[in-house]
């Protein structure tokens, strides 16, 4: 798997996901990814960006602006 950006190479890491939901900005710490070298972009794999988003959904009733997670205890 190679970067989208700059075709360089990828690996396994996790990086800090910030989705802007509607102005709402839900910070996701820990989140597992392909990482590019290069350029810093990064690739969450499908399985990971359902569980992302169904935590999101979740969180649509919490009516606090910022809020920070961490994957890690997420899933454990
Ligand atoms: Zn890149």
């Known amino acids: 798997m190679?970067?989208?950006?700059?075709?360089s190479k990828l690996a396994k890491s996790s990086v800090n996901h910030i989705?802007?939901?509607n102005?709402?900005?839900i910070i996701i710490k820990n989140v597992p990814a392909?990482?590019?070298g290069q350029c810093g972009e990064?690739?969450?794999d499908n399985d990971t960006a359902m569980r992302?988003?169904?935590?999101v959904?979740?969180?649509l009733?919490?009516?606090a602006e910022i809020l920070v997670l961490n994957y890690s205890e997420m899933v454990a």
Request: proline share 0%.
């Open 23 to 25: 102005g709402r900005i």
């Open 52 to 55: 992302l988003e169904e935590v």
């Open 42 to 44: 990064y690739y969450i």
């Open 61 to 63: 009733n919490n009516k």
């Open 19 to 21: 989705v802007d939901y």
């Open 57 to 59: 959904s979740d969180l």
């Open 34 to 36: 392909n990482v590019c």
């Open 2 to 7: 190679k970067c989208v950006m700059c075709k």
